[in-house]
């Protein structure tokens, strides 16, 4: 088979790999689509990878091609997508339904081959359905709309409460897709990408907002603070900001993953106790039962047409494009949103 590997920093060559070998509790995936995320950026242009060579991918839809002996709930030719974390089951997070915050996991694309590639063998239990009604293009982008949902559900929404995101990368946008089908009320974004503002307006946003041609502070001047802030641009400085943009007794929600070292004035840290705020952490999507909540109302969400991802599909390549797609995403000010490998499409 055809499959992408990293092998050294911002080295990738496509190679000719045989098919993973199926164990009795897994299924090989014949892959239709994989994306390509932004924690895929550091492992092809830093080398942040565990071990050289690598296939990243982890999200990613197909057709289950063989099933292993012991597997009972699939069989060959269901569309599946993959959940790409595979805990241990074993350690007390594991056995508490916390799988998220397993000690001893592995993942798909990362520490184990992904889904750049025809074929990628993974846990049966990892695998959902996708219906009929829902493309596996479409499916392919459940992974990252799982992540939303996660950060949403963290806090307790209260209907038609005001809500700030910060970014609108695919998260963020994904976000406000999945607000929006939450029932919230007013949604602001905030970015310094006029495409990705215009696209998050044209999704379901109410507001947007280029701090670079108007800082937040100005704008929320005459305006009253939004109830609900959700980072997920993962900056130091919308990091500190979320806590300052948010109402007294608000909740703030943290999605993205910061790189740079995030400092708080005293001011600032004040804000969360004189205005008795609720924060969160996000870390990925998953539930119990395994792989959750958020992988089941992802996909409902999206076969009912209460959330259409296609405007966020912005580029389709094949494995011969090699590095394109990454070059395409990792430049300055890119437009590009979600970007997918078509590898066996339907």
Same mark, same amino acid.
């Given at each position: 088979?055809?499959?992408?590997?990293?092998?050294?920093?911002?080295?990738?060559?496509?190679?000719?790999?045989?098919?993973?070998?199926?164990?009795?509790?897994?299924?090989?995936?014949?892959?239709?689509?994989?994306?390509?995320?932004?924690?895929?950026?550091?492992?092809?242009?830093?080398?942040?990878?565990? #071990?050289?060579?690598?296939?990243?991918?982890?999200?990613?839809?197909?057709?289950?091609?063989? =099933? &292993?002996?012991?597997?009972?709930?699939?069989?060959?030719?269901?569309?599946?997508? =993959?959940?790409?974390?595979?805990?241990?089951?074993?350690?007390?997070?594991?056995?508490?339904?916390?799988?998220?915050?397993? #000690?001893?996991?592995?993942?798909?694309?990362?520490?184990?081959? &992904?889904?750049?590639?025809?074929?990628?063998?993974?846990?049966?239990?990892?695998?959902?359905?996708?219906?009929?009604?829902?493309?596996?293009?479409?499916?392919? *982008?459940?992974?990252? %709309?799982?992540?939303?949902?996660?950060?949403?559900? $963290?806090?307790? *929404?209260?209907?038609?409460?005001?809500? %700030?995101?910060?970014?609108?990368?695919?998260?963020? %946008?994904?976000?406000?897709?999945? *607000?929006?089908? $939450? &029932?919230?009320?007013?949604?602001?974004?905030?970015?310094?990408?006029?495409?990705?503002?215009?696209?998050?307006?044209?999704?379901?946003?109410?507001?947007? =907002?280029?701090?670079?041609?108007?800082?937040?502070?100005?704008?929320?001047?005459?305006?009253?603070?939004?109830? =609900?802030?959700?980072?997920?641009?993962?900056?130091?400085?919308?990091?500190?900001?979320?806590?300052?943009?948010?109402?007294? $007794?608000?909740?703030?929600?943290?999605?993205?993953?910061?790189?740079?070292?995030?400092?708080?004035?005293?001011?600032?840290?004040?804000?969360?106790? $004189?205005?008795?705020?609720?924060?969160?952490?996000?870390?990925?999507?998953?539930?119990?039962?395994?792989?959750?909540?958020?992988?089941?109302? &992802?996909?409902?969400?999206?076969?009912?047409?209460?959330?259409?991802?296609?405007?966020?599909?912005?580029?389709?390549?094949?494995?011969?494009?090699?590095?394109?797609?990454?070059?395409?995403?990792?430049?300055?000010?890119?437009?590009?949103?979600?970007?997918?490998?078509?590898?066996?499409?339907?």
């Amino acid at each position: 088979m055809k499959a992408l590997e990293v092998v050294g920093e911002t080295k990738m060559i496509l190679s000719e790999l045989e098919k993973p070998q199926l164990a009795t509790d897994k299924v090989r995936i014949k892959v239709a689509y994989c994306g390509v995320c932004g924690s895929d950026l550091p492992r092809y242009f830093a080398g942040g990878v565990h #071990s050289f060579p690598q296939v990243l991918g982890h999200e990613f839809s197909g057709v289950v091609e063989t =099933v &292993g002996a012991n597997v009972t709930e699939m069989i060959s030719g269901d569309r599946v997508a =993959v959940a790409p974390l595979i805990p241990c089951g074993e350690c007390d997070a594991c056995q508490k339904g916390e799988p998220a915050m397993c #000690s001893n996991y592995s993942f798909i694309g990362s520490r184990e081959p &992904g889904a750049m590639a025809e074929y990628v063998t993974v846990p049966a239990k990892n695998c959902v359905k996708v219906p009929e009604k829902l493309s596996l293009k479409e499916a392919a *982008l459940l992974e990252p %709309l799982t992540v939303a949902i996660h950060g949403i559900e $963290r806090i307790n *929404l209260k209907a038609g409460v005001s809500v %700030l995101v910060l970014g609108a990368g695919t998260i963020g %946008l994904l976000t406000v897709l999945a *607000l929006r089908a $939450r &029932g919230v009320g007013e949604i602001t974004v905030a970015d310094l990408n006029t495409k990705k503002l215009s696209m998050a307006q044209k999704i379901g946003a109410d507001y947007i =907002v280029d701090p670079n041609e108007q800082p937040l502070e100005e704008y929320f001047k005459d305006r009253e603070l939004p109830e =609900v802030v959700i980072e997920t641009a993962g900056s130091a400085f919308t990091q500190v900001q979320a806590i300052q943009l948010v109402k007294k $007794r608000g909740k703030v929600s943290y999605v993205g993953t910061c790189t740079k070292e995030v400092v708080f004035s005293p001011e600032d840290f004040e804000k969360i106790l $004189r205005g008795e705020l609720e924060i969160t952490g996000s870390w990925m999507s998953y539930s119990a039962p395994f792989p959750g909540y958020e992988w089941l109302a &992802g996909l409902r969400y999206m076969a009912e047409g209460e959330i259409d991802v296609k405007p966020l599909i912005t580029g389709i390549y094949s494995l011969t494009d090699k590095e394109k797609p990454f070059d395409a995403i990792n430049k300055k000010d890119s437009e590009q949103i979600k970007v997918l490998y078509e590898i066996h499409p339907e």
